[in-house]
């Protein structure tokens, strides 16, 4: 009977964490060109307090754009096939279009099942950022081509936004 009740809680427990991942929004790019001349450093979150990505933006060539989020814009360096390293830019600074929005309203707070590397790219090569213990919480925020897009806090309390394999989570 133990064994059962067991088994159930942990069929509840999945169930319901697959549930609220279903609710969070999957991201969706569109090739832009925005401004000649401008060059922006990503940021790994949609504020100045979020840690540098390490590469600039060239606005004058084509980027991957996703929308905006509190006067911040959501980019990819690389194209729709490519996207490269994701990140954030000040939308003003390269006259971003308004639309679209992006709402991170339905993000669900969930655990990771096994310590993972966080990213900033959803490519198969791409470079370690920083490394999530197991156990740790993390904001899903969103989904793109079988990733989680996710906040986390680092050690120092430092919060940064990436990407982790999206069976991370439980």
Not at 38 to 56: C, D, I, K, W, Y
Not at 130 to 144: C, H, K, N, Q, W
């Given at each position: 009977?133990?064994?059962?009740?067991?088994?159930?809680?942990?069929?509840?427990?999945?169930?319901?964490?697959?549930?609220?991942?279903?609710?969070?929004?999957?991201?969706?790019?569109?090739?832009?060109?925005?401004?000649?001349?401008?060059?922006a450093e990503l940021?790994?979150?949609?504020?100045?307090?979020?840690?540098?990505?390490?590469?600039?933006?060239?606005?004058?060539?084509?980027?991957?754009?996703?929308?905006?989020?509190?006067?911040?814009?959501?980019?990819?360096?690389?194209?729709?096939?490519?996207?490269?390293?994701?990140?954030?830019?000040?939308?003003?600074?390269?006259?971003?279009?308004?639309?679209?929005?992006?709402?991170?309203?339905?993000a669900v707070t969930?655990?990771?099942?096994?310590?993972?590397?966080?990213?900033?790219?959803?490519?198969?090569?791409?470079?370690?950022?920083?490394?999530?213990?197991?156990?740790?919480?993390?904001?899903?925020?969103?989904?793109?081509?079988?990733?989680?897009?996710?906040?986390?806090?680092?050690?120092?309390?430092?919060?940064?936004?990436?990407?982790?394999?999206?069976?991370?989570?439980?």
């Amino acid at each position: 009977m133990k064994i059962a009740a067991c088994f159930l809680l942990f069929c509840c427990l999945f169930l319901s964490a697959a549930a609220e991942k279903s609710a969070v929004p999957e991201l969706q790019g569109m090739m832009i060109t925005a401004r000649d001349g401008m060059e922006a450093e990503l940021r790994l979150g949609p504020t100045s307090q979020f840690p540098s990505a390490g590469v600039s933006l060239d606005a004058s060539q084509p980027f991957l754009y996703f929308g905006q989020y509190d006067c911040w814009a959501l980019v990819g360096t690389g194209t729709e096939e490519e996207p490269g390293i994701i990140g954030w830019i000040p939308a003003a600074a390269a006259d971003m279009p308004e639309e679209p929005m992006l709402s991170f309203d339905d993000a669900v707070t969930l655990t990771l099942a096994e310590e993972v590397v966080l990213t900033d790219s959803v490519s198969a090569d791409a470079e370690p950022l920083y490394t999530l213990s197991s156990g740790s919480s993390v904001l899903l925020l969103a989904t793109f081509r079988g990733a989680d897009y996710v906040q986390a806090d680092l050690p120092d309390g430092t919060p940064v936004r990436g990407f982790i394999p999206e069976e991370s989570v439980k």
